[in-house]
């Protein structure tokens, strides 16, 4: 004789009077067979009516109660999503104005170093200037004063070398 199966809510289950040797040995776990024999009448009345509705109640409500519960949780869990995304946008602002103030005194250090090449230029060129004009003068002394002849000077100064 063939049995039907139907997956039972748990607190239906218990309701249904099985035993260990009607049900199959690798049956799932969440399909229950009916039992063979026939439900006595007076176990069948109206007050167990009332008590499977009574059990229904309060399957709904505690179906309701986790319902509730996963709402709150995943209520919870968006304001910390929340607050942590505001945290890193207020993170990123402050780097971002960091950045900015970085990339700001880069610029001026490097006008400040563009500045400072040209005045050593400068520098340099004018030095060499007057490096010439000291020699220049250096020669004129020499020769005016010393009598000496300029190409004297260089072999004395080749020599000295």
């Given at each position: 004789?063939?049995?039907?199966k139907?997956?039972?809510p748990?607190?239906?289950?218990e309701c249904?009077?099985?035993?260990?040797?009607?049900?199959e040995?690798?049956r799932d776990?969440?399909?229950?067979a009916?039992?063979k024999r026939?439900i006595?009448?007076?176990?069948n009345?109206?007050?167990?009516?009332?008590?499977?509705?009574?059990?229904?109640?309060?399957?709904?409500?505690?179906?309701q109660?986790?319902a509730?519960q996963?709402e709150i949780?995943a209520?919870?869990?968006?304001?910390s999503?929340?607050?942590k995304?505001?945290f890193?946008?207020s993170?990123t602002?402050?780097?971002?104005?960091?950045?900015n103030?970085?990339e700001?005194?880069t610029?001026?250090?490097?006008?400040?170093?563009?500045?400072?090449e040209?005045?050593?230029?400068?520098?340099?060129?004018?030095a060499?200037?007057l490096?010439?004009?000291?020699?220049?003068l250096?020669?004129?002394?020499?020769?005016?004063?010393?009598g000496e002849?300029p190409?004297?000077y260089?072999?004395r100064?080749?020599?000295?070398?």
């Amino acid at each position: 004789m063939r049995r039907s199966k139907v997956a039972l809510p748990h607190w239906l289950r218990e309701c249904i009077q099985v035993t260990d040797q009607e049900q199959e040995p690798e049956r799932d776990e969440n399909v229950m067979a009916f039992p063979k024999r026939p439900i006595e009448p007076a176990k069948n009345d109206g007050q167990s009516a009332i008590d499977l509705v009574y059990q229904a109640a309060e399957v709904v409500g505690n179906l309701q109660a986790h319902a509730r519960q996963t709402e709150i949780r995943a209520q919870t869990l968006c304001r910390s999503a929340l607050e942590k995304l505001r945290f890193a946008e207020s993170r990123t602002e402050a780097a971002e104005k960091a950045l900015n103030i970085a990339e700001s005194r880069t610029a001026s250090a490097e006008a400040r170093l563009s500045a400072a090449e040209i005045r050593a230029k400068k520098a340099e060129t004018w030095a060499r200037e007057l490096d010439q004009a000291l020699a220049a003068l250096e020669e004129a002394i020499r020769s005016k004063l010393l009598g000496e002849n300029p190409s004297a000077y260089v072999s004395r100064r080749g020599a000295a070398a």
